[in-house]
């Protein structure tokens, strides 16, 4: 059974930087994609970020574009999401979800995130 965990999120300032990490379990990180969506109160999920091991793509939505980047480490089963130059339309509920081979995750299996405030 695949289980995520984030971690990482906090209080922060306007073009501050933040490493979220999504721990996996119960799978082989290899075969799945991994997607980090958010949602703010009042708002729909966003796609964040994806990264696909199986056909090596990566996504980014245009808000995060130059500013997040996504990477892996099979060997910790760990994604990463490094944030910087955040801004306050960054806050939000943040969590990885995994889908077996290919972006975008559906988001049935997922995490339950960690919260990222960004305020002065």
């Known amino acids: 059974q695949v289980q995520l965990v984030e971690s990482g999120g906090g209080l922060v300032q306007p073009g501050d930087s933040l490493t979220l990490s999504c721990a996996v379990s119960?799978?082989?990180?290899?075969?799945?994609?991994i997607g980090w969506f958010r949602q703010a109160p009042g708002k729909e999920r966003e796609e964040v970020s994806c990264?696909?091991?199986?056909?090596?793509?990566?996504h980014y939505a245009n808000s995060v574009k130059g500013r997040f980047t996504i990477t892996r480490d099979n060997a910790k089963n760990t994604v990463y999401l490094q944030m910087n130059n955040l801004k306050p339309e960054d806050t939000a509920l943040y969590y990885c979800?995994?889908?077996?081979?290919?972006?975008?995750?559906?988001?049935?299996?997922r995490g339950r995130g960690t919260q990222v405030t960004v305020s002065s």
């Open positions: 119960g799978v082989t990180l290899d075969d799945y994609a």
């Open positions: 990264h696909s091991h199986s056909d090596k793509s990566t």
């Open positions: 979800a995994a889908e077996q081979w290919y972006c975008w995750p559906t988001g049935h299996v």
